[in-house]
């Protein structure tokens, strides 16, 4: 997992016939990159978005994922979310911990779809 800090987000969901969805981060080295949304997860009632930045053939080869902070307006329900950096180092582990979390359970998940989808 990598700290990356940006200057600049933006949401924009990709056409309806694709699965995923993507942010467009301009990032405050002069970067652009474009992230599949992982998840949002809920740690200590903030929310956090898990981004899987990915390469200009829209792939991931590091495997690494990048935290920050989500923030819907709660006043516009319209208005686009923001994305906050978490420079808090214990912040940002507990988000990590959230994220092992996440990924043990949708592999248990997973795992017992694989066994419900086996004859008998």
């Known amino acids: 997992m990598k700290k990356e800090k940006d200057s600049n987000t933006n949401t924009e969901p990709l056409d309806a016939a694709e699965e995923?969805?993507?942010?467009?981060?301009?990032?405050?080295?002069?970067?652009h990159v474009t992230c599949s949304i992982v998840t949002i997860l809920?740690?200590?009632?903030?929310?956090?978005?898990?981004?899987?930045?990915?390469n200009?053939?829209?792939?991931?080869?590091?495997?690494e994922?990048?935290?920050y902070r989500y923030v819907e307006d709660e006043q516009n329900p319209n208005e686009e979310p923001t994305l906050e950096y978490i420079e808090d180092d214990e912040e940002y582990?507990?988000?990590?911990?959230?994220f092992d979390e996440y990924l043990d359970s949708v592999e248990f998940d997973?795992?017992?779809?694989d066994?419900?989808?086996e004859p008998q």
């Open 20 to 31: 995923e969805m993507t942010v467009d981060l301009d990032l405050d080295d002069g970067r």
């Open 115 to 117: 066994t419900e989808e």
């Open 42 to 54: 809920t740690v200590s009632n903030r929310d956090y978005i898990v981004l899987l930045p990915l």
């Open 56 to 63: 200009e053939e829209g792939q991931n080869d590091s495997g």
């Open 110 to 113: 997973e795992m017992v779809d």
């Open 93 to 98: 582990e507990a988000v990590g911990e959230a």
């Open 65 to 67: 994922v990048w935290f």
